[in-house]
């Protein structure tokens, strides 16, 4: 496989449920990313990390919690979501440090009830 | 800090003909690039294409040509001999050379007519 992988690519889960997202990339990239995409909003930026260290967490509230085991995979634990949490979470990967282009997932369309 | 602005929430564009999204950015770094992307109604974030700010060429990828204008801060993506196909998102981004994040903007949806 190449590219950026995500999975599940849907994803209906209740507000007391514990669920994961996970993400995977093939490009050698140093570089991961979650963003967040609401409907008719703009994609904000969740967390980033940067050779396996979180080097960036915009004020995201604690029933997300992310998780890079190596530079490969980046999972995103979800618990106790609202139902404005409903969204398409998007996975990215990039070599930080150079001026090439981020690579996206296809996402998850996660929807909460 | 890095804010991106497209003032264009829809637009049309008969197919066959050129459409220009518009893309205006504000930055104190000396050295960025810009990049748009495409996302079709599956989800997918599809880089289109990429401009230094150094750069004294306009970028040009297939169909794909950016028209940048560093004076105004501007980076408009020029899409030539629409296709239906075309009908997506897209988002203007843009990132310090060298840095790690992407600071996007909040799309414009085209929409190819037949």
């Known amino acids: 496989e190449t590219g950026v992988t995500q999975t599940p690519r849907h994803l209906v889960m209740g507000m007391t449920n514990k669920k994961s997202l996970k993400c995977e990339q093939h490009l050698g990239h140093n570089a991961m990313y979650w963003y967040k995409q609401s409907a008719k909003k703009p994609l904000e930026l969740m967390f980033v990390y940067n050779f396996k260290e979180q080097t960036e967490n915009n004020s995201v509230p604690s029933r997300f919690s992310p998780e890079c085991p190596n530079s490969s995979h980046l999972f995103l634990h979800l618990h106790t979501l609202q139902p404005e949490d409903s969204a398409l979470y998007l996975c990215?990967?990039?070599?930080?440090?150079?001026?090439?282009?981020?690579?996206f997932g296809q996402g998850t369309r996660l929807t909460v009830v | 800090a890095q804010k991106i602005t497209q003032t264009q929430p829809g637009m049309f564009v008969q197919e066959k003909e050129a459409v220009t999204l518009d893309c205006t950015y504000d930055?104190?770094?000396?050295?960025?690039?810009l990049f748009w992307y495409k996302q079709p109604s599956s989800g997918e974030m599809i880089f289109l294409i990429y401009q230094g700010s150094y750069d004294e060429q306009n970028a040009t990828e297939g169909r794909y040509s950016l028209n940048f204008q560093k004076a105004r801060k501007s980076a408009n993506l020029v899409i030539s001999a629409s296709q239906l196909g075309d009908s997506a998102m897209y988002f203007c981004a843009m990132r310090e050379d060298y840095g790690q994040n992407f600071v996007f903007g909040p799309g414009t949806r085209l929409s190819v007519l037949p």
């Open positions: 930055t104190s770094d000396q050295s960025y690039g």
């Open positions: 990215a990967s990039s070599q930080a440090g150079t001026r090439e282009e981020a690579f």
